[in-house]
């Protein structure tokens, strides 16, 4: 008497829960050892001198999107790389940006910023520029100087 080869279902079954409890493991240590976190600097780059500024950070488990709790620094240097302010502590807001607010200084040119997130198991830091130009402050007049002599022909 021939048999047939019909798959035993207990076997597929342990394969595909096998498999299963890999990949939810993965996920979970993932996000909980700050393996796969992405940190991104997410702040502004024009600013006009005197301006409120801010350095914004964002960090994120990268499998989920969702916000990773860190300890992040802002540091940030002038055009000839001398310290504007370093390591000053970063706000933590609920939906994974870290910010730290300044005030642009009047010298200008582009000034390199940085992050530095403290994830547990290591430190992360991420530089980016921005630009400071009273350029900006006198284009900014010009267009409102406009608008102002629209709104007047207009009535």
Same mark, same amino acid.
């Given at each position: 008497?021939?048999?047939?080869?019909?798959?035993?279902?207990?076997?597929?079954i342990?394969?595909?829960?096998?498999?299963?409890? #890999?990949? &939810?493991?993965?996920?979970?240590?993932a996000?909980?050892?700050?393996?796969? =976190?992405?940190?991104? =600097?997410?702040s502004?780059?024009?600013?006009?001198? #005197?301006? +409120? #500024? *801010?350095?914004?950070?964002?960090?994120?488990?990268?499998?989920s999107?969702?916000?990773?709790?860190?300890?992040?620094?802002?540091?940030a240097?002038?055009?000839?790389?001398?310290?504007?302010?370093? +390591?000053?502590?970063?706000?933590?807001?609920?939906f994974?940006?870290?910010?730290?607010?300044?005030?642009?200084?009047a010298?200008e040119?582009?000034?390199?910023? *940085?992050t530095?997130?403290?994830l #547990?198991?290591?430190?992360?830091?991420?530089?980016?520029?921005?630009?400071?130009?009273?350029?900006?402050r +006198? &284009?900014? +007049?010009?267009?409102?100087?406009?608008?102002?002599?629209?709104?007047?022909?207009?009535?």
């Open positions: 008497m021939q048999t047939e080869n019909i798959p035993d279902w207990s076997v597929i342990a394969v595909v829960l096998f498999l299963a409890i #890999g990949i &939810i493991s993965y996920v979970v240590l996000n909980s050892n700050g393996g796969d =976190i992405s940190v991104e =600097i997410t502004r780059t024009e600013y006009i001198p #005197g301006d +409120e #500024g *801010q350095v914004i950070g964002e960090v994120r488990y990268v499998l999107g969702e916000p990773a709790t860190a300890d992040c620094y802002a540091s240097y002038y055009p000839n790389k001398a310290t504007l302010f370093f +390591e000053q502590p970063m706000v933590e807001t609920l994974g940006t870290h910010y730290y607010n300044f005030s642009v200084p010298e040119g582009v000034y390199e910023y *940085q530095k997130c403290d #547990g198991t290591k430190n992360v830091t991420r530089s980016k520029a921005f630009h400071v130009s009273g350029l900006l +006198e &284009i900014k +007049e010009e267009v409102n100087a406009t608008r102002r002599i629209s709104a007047y022909v207009v009535k």
